[in-house]
């Protein structure tokens, strides 16, 4: 198993749980912290911005699909904090790579 698929495997867990204990998901980068909620197939219709990339992103992919290596996963409802500084977005795609943390927590 990849270490990518480990963690995208482990994120989709800890986001069904914070979907039924009414909490986000709270991801470490280098960067700073992400809070927010997992986007999925299922409520992806909701957010625009991420709706319309996976349109789109097929017709102009060049790189190789790798089921068992996930790239990338995309967060909505977020807020991100870093250096004091918080910062709000309907979506994000975070490169599973960067991630070096996850949890679950009330952001307040």
């Avoid at 700073?32 to 319309?52: H, K, R």
């Avoid at 190789?64 to 979506?91: D, G, Y």
């Amino acid at each position: 198993m990849s270490e990518n698929l480990y963690k995208t495997e482990t994120i989709e867990i800890l986001a069904a749980m914070a979907s039924g204990a009414n909490q986000k998901l709270i991801i470490h980068t280098a960067s700073g912290v992400y809070y927010g909620n997992l986007l999925t197939q299922d409520n992806l219709d909701d957010f625009t911005v991420a709706s319309v990339f996976h349109q789109v992103f097929p017709k102009h992919r060049k790189s190789q699909i790798e089921p068992e290596s996930p790239k990338a996963i995309w967060l909505a409802n977020v807020t991100f904090v870093s250096n004091n500084t918080k910062t709000t977005a309907p979506t994000i795609c975070i490169f599973i790579d960067q991630i070096a943390a996850v949890t679950i927590g009330d952001f307040e």
